[in-house]
């Protein structure tokens, strides 16, 4: 059951929870079945420099709104163990008491584990990549540059809402480690907070055609006692396209989203 705060933005957002994008566009590139539909369980296919092409429309395949609503739903306790001062705030946000500052109420960008999770919400992420730099376009109006040319992160950046971005290969998972950010994401909509001393590691596994494994571990110290991981089961959604979404255009939801 959806939460105040999923329900809050579903009305944001203008949720419609449909699957419907640019349809039946056949994408040549996706091995068929004989009855010429897609083969999800075909081997991953392979980037010009041999790596696994990570490229495609892709989904949440399970537990639609679970991670969106709260990304620490499975975890005990202890799991996620907050600093005093997060783990007030959090449970504020989760009774309703900032619901007007959940930045997406705001038409402010989401973090990146809410915008990873955006599919529960029918805004698809589409990844684009080449051997130099992968392109994680997000349907809810945000896009993401992750660096493979071996760059550093950089020592003193410019807070941004979604960091800097490089990543390396560990076989045939990609390790993407990203840094710089404001401190002013909601992690998810119950309110989980994060601060500019975050450090986010993602891992991206494509383990066929159609299905991609992420892992997202969360080490932010200033809230958090310890890094934690929340992983996610990722499927393609073939022969589609992602459309354009833009927050602010006739907005009239923030009026009537109610606090305490």
């Avoid at 419609?16 to 075909?42: C, E, H, K, M, V």
């Avoid at 639609?64 to 739903?73: D, E, H, M, V």
């Avoid at 540059?145 to 809402?161: A, E, I, M, S």
């Avoid at 200033?222 to 934690?228: E, F, Q, R, S």
Wanted: net charge negative; with cysteine.
């Amino acid at each position: 059951m959806r939460t105040a705060m999923a329900v809050t933005l579903a009305t944001v957002l203008g949720v419609s929870f449909a699957d419907a994008q640019w349809l039946n566009y056949p994408d040549p590139t996706i091995p068929r079945l004989p009855d010429g539909t897609p083969n999800l369980s075909a081997p991953a296919p392979r980037a010009t420099d041999g790596r696994p092409d990570l490229s495609g429309v892709w989904v949440l395949d399970k537990t639609p709104f679970r991670y969106l609503t709260n990304l620490a739903a499975d975890f005990a306790p202890d799991d996620v163990a907050m600093q005093p001062w997060a783990a007030t705030l959090t449970k504020e946000r989760a009774d309703g008491a900032h619901a007007d500052e959940l930045p997406p109420s705001r038409c402010l960008p989401p973090g990146i584990t809410i915008l990873n999770n955006s599919s529960a919400a029918s805004f698809p992420m589409k990844i684009v990549q080449n051997p130099r730099l992968l392109l994680v376009l997000y349907e809810l109006a945000q896009f993401r540059q992750v660096f493979l040319d071996g760059r550093p992160l950089p020592v003193d950046p410019n807070p941004t809402w979604l960091g800097y971005s490089v990543g390396r290969w560990q076989g045939d998972t990609l390790v993407v480690e990203t840094a710089g950010f404001n401190g002013k994401s909601w992690l998810d909509l119950r309110g989980h907070p994060s601060t500019d001393a975050l450090r986010l590691t993602e891992r991206f596994h494509r383990i066929d055609v159609g299905h991609l494994e992420l892992a997202m571990t969360i080490d932010d110290p200033k809230a958090y006692v310890k890094p934690w991981t929340v992983n996610l089961a990722m499927r393609l959604s073939p022969d589609t396209d992602i459309l354009e979404y833009v927050c602010n255009e006739n907005e009239k939801d923030r009026a009537h989203i109610l606090t305490k």
